[in-house]
């Protein structure tokens, strides 16, 4: 067990070294965003901007116009969640190279409440002309995607869970992005399982339970939200006719609705949406608390593809 | 300086005409703002803009002026002023910098052009970079977050211009939102502040070159302006905030312009 954002962390530090165009930006987190160690290491490429979210996007805005590559962090509720302007006007409408690192996201700040649970991010960011939306599902996954968006060019979201979860990716499998992995994948399978972030291993899960009572299963997963691998969501769409998109965020606007536009537009089959169901968060002890409550679950994504099946067939 | 006085108050002159001119064929546009700003957008294309200065504008509605101040600058052609927000025209009704060269930042939205100047002087130390914001978009939390950044981080290369007109879309600055002591709110975080006439070529050429000698703070130059200037019926009236003028405004105010 290990957390997305300690991927996040590491990886940042190891581009420190190697790209002096790296700068990075808090607004008064940089341990919990875990950019402590670069900025211990590299403090004339780091700015603290004390509470100011919005002038953590801008000024890193200016940062980017002045050629170099900013990493921006706080809380996703915060950023983007504040920002969406800011990241709109300056960032994106600019198509600058400036990361928006939104930690904490999903439930894991699952003690602080609904304010500091980000379920809209997402939403928010991949609506946006020029942005590329990324969500990492483990530690490995969370290197590899922070090295690439530092490389990709564009006006980039970066979304991190803040609690420790299964490290399920291999150290050397393939990130591209945009480009979707398939984590399990059956020769004959009936229904296509999506997911993005830290729930993926619920959705393995639920396969391996699929599995043992005889229907085939494959798992995407869509860490790079946008741009969207549309061929491979329609090839499995194809082979299965069948899909659950699963996703700690809304189901509205969130990673499930951007499967929905590309089937509705290619080859439209049943699919279930597991994810919050239009509803605030609220506090807990542990963000599993939370996935419970709110059907973030293998049970709960079991029950998802029955019923897809049952649509499916009838 | 590069020109003298009387070279620049033409050049104002000109930019001024454009302004009317490009506002009554769009049908719209901001010819308060445009007109307040005009002589500190000449002074800083014509004389103040050195090298690998920058300049930010952040209440991009003023566009009219500053693409009028870039044409008569040879920046862009001239003709191209009557394509101001028509379809697929460079020149947007708020700037853009990925549709025109020589925008450094998207604005419009208020509040945003002073951060995005202190980003950039964060980096690029050996530059002069400078910024105009509007007195009105002082009610913006965003730009004071980038006050303190910039107070904080020692941008001695950053010198902001507010074009202190006193007029917003609603009523006068005092009315709808009051500043307090402006000056007293710069100084007590940690700017170098100075206050001219925004209509005077030498007090705005002469504050930059003290600004210059500052080595550790931002300086910001309070211009006082006014709202409309020189078109008699739009000087200190809010209602010219965002209006076009009608074919006997307009005419009215070119006759002025003379």
């Known amino acids: 067990m290990k957390s997305i954002r300690d991927g996040f962390g590491e990886a940042l530090v190891e581009l420190g070294e190697t790209n002096k165009d ?67 006007v300056t960032v994106a409408l600019n198509d600058l190279p400036v990361k928006i690192i939104g930690a904490h996201a999903g439930f894991g700040a699952s003690m602080y409440g609904a304010t500091h649970e980000s379920l809209e991010d997402i939403a928010l960011m991949r609506v946006i002309p020029n942005m590329v939306v990324v969500s990492p599902c483990d530690y490995e996954e969370a290197k590899k995607a922070t090295m690439a968006v530092a490389n990709n060019g564009k006006p980039t979201y970066l979304r991190l869970s803040r609690q420790d ?27 296509t399982i999506v997911g993005t972030g830290p729930i993926l291993p619920e959705a393995l899960e639920a396969a391996k339970t699929l599995e043992e009572s005889g229907i085939g299963v494959v798992v995407i997963n869509l860490h790079t939200i946008k741009p969207l691998d549309e061929q491979t969501l329609v090839h499995y769409a194809k082979i299965t006719g069948a899909v659950v998109t699963v996703e700690e965020h809304q189901v509205m606007g969130g990673m499930g609705s951007a499967v929905a536009e590309v089937l509705a537009r290619n080859f439209p089959v049943p699919i279930e949406f597991v994810g919050v169901q239009d509803s605030f968060g609220e506090s807990a002890k542990t963000y599993q608390g939370l996935w419970h409550k709110f059907g973030l679950t293998k049970e709960k994504i079991n029950e998802a593809i029955k019923k897809v099946l049952h649509r499916k067939n009838t | 300086m590069n020109h003298t006085t009387n070279e620049l108050k033409k050049v104002a002159l000109q930019v001024r005409k454009d302004i009317i001119d490009m506002i009554y064929k769009a049908g719209s546009g901001h010819p308060g703002g445009s007109l307040s700003a005009t002589e500190i957008l000449v002074a800083i294309y014509f004389e103040i803009l050195k090298d690998d200065d920058v300049f930010f504008l952040s209440n991009g509605h003023v566009c009219p002026a500053l693409y009028a101040v870039m044409a008569e600058k040879g920046m862009i052609e001239k003709s191209l002023l009557d394509s101001y927000t028509t379809l697929n025209s460079p020149l947007q009704g708020h700037p853009e910098r990925t549709k025109l060269k020589g925008i450094m930042n998207t604005s419009g939205p208020l509040g945003l052009g002073l951060a995005q100047a202190s980003g950039y002087a ?28 910039a107070a904080k981080y020692n941008l001695n290369n950053l010198i902001q211009f507010i074009d202190r007109n006193r007029i917003q879309i609603e009523g006068t600055v005092e009315e709808i939102m009051p500043l307090g002591n402006l000056i007293g709110r710069y100084r007590s975080f940690g700017w170098k502040v100075m206050e001219i006439d925004g209509h005077d070529f030498n007090e705005i050429i002469r504050s930059v070159e003290t600004a210059k000698e500052e080595v550790e703070a931002p300086t910001v130059i309070v211009a006082n302006t006014l709202f409309g200037k ?29």
């Not at chain 2, 964060?122 to 980038?146: F, L, P, Q, V």
């Open chain 1, 165 to 191: 979860s299964p490290v399920f990716t291999k150290i050397d499998s393939k990130f591209e992005i945009g480009k979707a992995n398939i984590l399990h994948e059956n020769k004959n399978p009936k229904v």
């Open chain 2, 230 to 258: 020189g078109v008699s019926y739009m000087e200190n009236d809010p209602d010219w905030h965002a209006k076009a003028p009608n074919e006997v405004e307009y005419k009215k105010a070119m006759e002025e312009l003379k």
């Open chain 1, 22 to 88: 790296i700068v990075v930006l808090t607004a008064d987190l940089a341990d919990s965003t875990r950019v402590k160690q670069f900025a211990d290491k590299f403090p004339d490429r780091f700015f603290q901007v004390g509470v100011a979210e919005q002038g953590l996007v801008t000024v890193a805005a200016g940062m980017a116009e002045a050629g170099k590559i900013p990493f921006t962090t706080s809380y996703a509720v915060f950023s983007p969640g504040r920002t969406f302007e800011q990241i709109k």
């Open chain 2, 122 to 149: 964060a980096i690029k130390k050996d530059s002069h970079i400078y910024c105009m914001t509007s007195d009105a978009e002082h009610d913006e939390g965003n730009h004071w977050e980038a006050v303190m950044f």
